[in-house]
């Protein structure tokens, strides 16, 4: 990996932080490419296009700035990965781009979000809207929400949490049985905590990215969720029936705040991005970063760095201005929508919680400057 791990002391930050500090000249070649007809194509963006990519490897750019890793068990640190610059991600035979045929992702909700139905309405229906926003050009479809019992699921107690878990692998096969032909990927995501088998303690999410199938959990971001205060806590139990789902009736599922709703966007976006092929991301900040703990995951930014945005560009070809205009109208929108989308019950419903976007309005409003100017 050609880049510098700057220390803390260097940079004026605690001393067991390091930055990870790219030269200028790597950053260009990762973004524009050394391959001449790869940097053709970049040449046919437009010069306030340019403008905004090229603040990659711009010194001191206020607007992508590099990678601050806080300990040893941050995501890159403990995890070594070869990088992947926009060559490798175009070049790249294994990844998958929408079609005419196949041209929708499809969100299926498991079990319920927030405290009834009405809820996982909205939700659901702020969660898609994003989405359509951050792959501008794609539909995004809500499938009905079906509860647990509906997936044949595996399910256990932790023994560790006392939390109620799901098999992630089985929702994985449930969800390739439902997974439409239009559609270019099929994400279930859920409030119930998820585990990927016996040995393991939990994981947020699983994916496969040859069958364009992911399984995502927001439980884990439930501000109370590791506290002592958490109401999904239930008692010990002797180990339940496989076939008697009972125990999900009436479930705990968190109030959805508007922290919650970030985490949610910003773990949508990224697992998809993979499905895309986009991996994760180490020359700048970016949503595409690996995280390995929830205070990495809330560092990361919303939205993805020139690099990682040039290759989603690639792949479905949309205007980069009408993309960071639809990402600010979502963020302006306060009401549900009122009408479009949504259910009769659920449309006096409740109004989006944008309070903790406010520092990622205020930097998509700057990324547009740049694109106006």
Known sequence: MQQRLVSGIE???????????????????ALVSKDTQLAKLYEKFNPKEKGLLNEAFRPGSVLFKPIT????????????????????FYHDPCRKTPTPQK?????????????????TDVYMKWLKDYCEAFYYGLIVRILGPVPVSHTGCPFRINENTYNLQIHAG????????????????????????????????????QAS??????????ARYDSDFYSANY???LKATKKLPPSDYSVFDGYYTPEITSKLLLRSCKTLTHEIGHIFGLHHCQWLECVMQGSNHLEESDRRPLDLCPICLRKLQSALGFNILERYKALQKWMEEEATGTEEGLSSEARPSLQKPLEAFKESYDWISKCLEVLQK
């Open 11 to 29: 940079r004026g930050v605690p001393e067991e932080m390091k930055v990870i500090k790219h030269s200028e000249e790597v950053l260009k070649a």
């Open 170 to 205: 089985h929702l994985l096969s449930y969800l390739k049985k439902k997974k439409p032909k239009d559609a270019f990927c099929i994400v279930g995501v859920t409030m119930i905590d998820l585990y990927p088998k016996d040995s393991w303690n939990f994981v947020f999410g």
């Open 69 to 88: 890793l806080h300990s040893e068990s941050d995501w890159i640190s403990s995890h070594p990965e070869p990088t992947q610059d926009f060559a490798q």
């Open 231 to 233: 109401k999904g806590t």
């Open 209 to 218: 990215l040859t069958e364009g199938m992911g399984i995502f959990s927001f």
């Open 103 to 119: 041209n929708r992702i499809y969100v299926q909700p498991i079990g319920s979000f927030g405290d009834s139905r009405v809820s």
